[in-house]
């Protein structure tokens, strides 16, 4: 399975995206640190738009993708958020003068949700693996409709609590938590627009 645009284009802006951000928060500059955080989650966005905006429309050729082989690529892109924003925590919190006590532990907690994406990805690499049958992918994406729901709200009381001006060490991981939850809202938006659009194809 490969993904469009090219992956190790991707992966080289999105290193270069984690290392301005991890120089920023040396230097405690807030501005430039939201400007590269945002620039990952846009980077991510655009990616998956590129890759599944052909299954949207309604008058293109028969598509050969599957649904399981379109919901592939599109997680491949959110284990890549949670994976980009564990390194981030690991950066930050572990390697400038930037303190929060429970860095560490987010950064942990992303890196096992990408490790359980990567395990998923594998399996599901697989046509002939339970999680490739047509009811275990309609599940998947009613769980991604499920977090995207769950993020948003998280996001709203992110923004409306006023936490992403905090004074204190954690406003690095608050600007983590809004670019990577807007990216993982959007790609879940994806996942479920793009299976919607193949299945609905594949009854014709």
């Given amino acids: 399975m490969s993904l469009r645009p090219p992956l190790p284009w991707l992966l080289v802006t999105l290193a270069a995206a984690l290392l301005a951000m991890f120089l920023a928060a040396k230097n405690f500059q807030k501005t430039e640190a939201a400007v590269a955080a945002a620039v990952f989650a846009i980077l991510l966005i655009i990616a998956a738009v590129r890759t599944n905006a052909g299954f949207?429309?309604?008058n293109e050729a028969r598509s050969s993708t599957t649904p399981r082989t379109a919901l592939w690529q599109t997680t491949l892109?959110?284990?890549?958020?949670?994976?980009?924003?564990?390194?981030a925590f690991y950066a930050i919190y572990l390697g400038t003068a930037?303190?929060?006590q429970h860095g560490w532990e987010y950064g942990s907690a992303m890196l096992l949700i990408a490790v359980g994406h990567i395990y998923y990805l594998r399996r599901l690499s697989n046509p002939n693996d339970p999680v490739s049958a047509p009811s275990a992918l309609d599940r998947a994406v009613?769980?991604?409709s499920y977090q995207a729901i769950a993020i948003a709200i998280g996001l709203f009381w992110l923004i409306q609590s006023g936490k992403l001006s905090s004074p204190k060490g954690d406003w690095a991981a608050n600007q983590l938590f809004l670019a990577g939850g807007f990216a993982v809202m959007c790609?879940?938006?994806?996942i479920i627009k793009t299976h919607a659009?193949?299945?609905?194809?594949?009854?014709?």
């Fill in 56 to 58: 949207w429309r309604r």
């Fill in 77 to 87: 892109l959110v284990m890549l958020a949670y994976l980009w924003c564990a390194l």
């Fill in 98 to 100: 930037l303190h929060w």
């Fill in 142 to 144: 009613r769980l991604a």
């Fill in 187 to 190: 790609l879940s938006v994806v």
């Fill in 197 to 204: 659009a193949l299945s609905e194809r594949r009854a014709h």
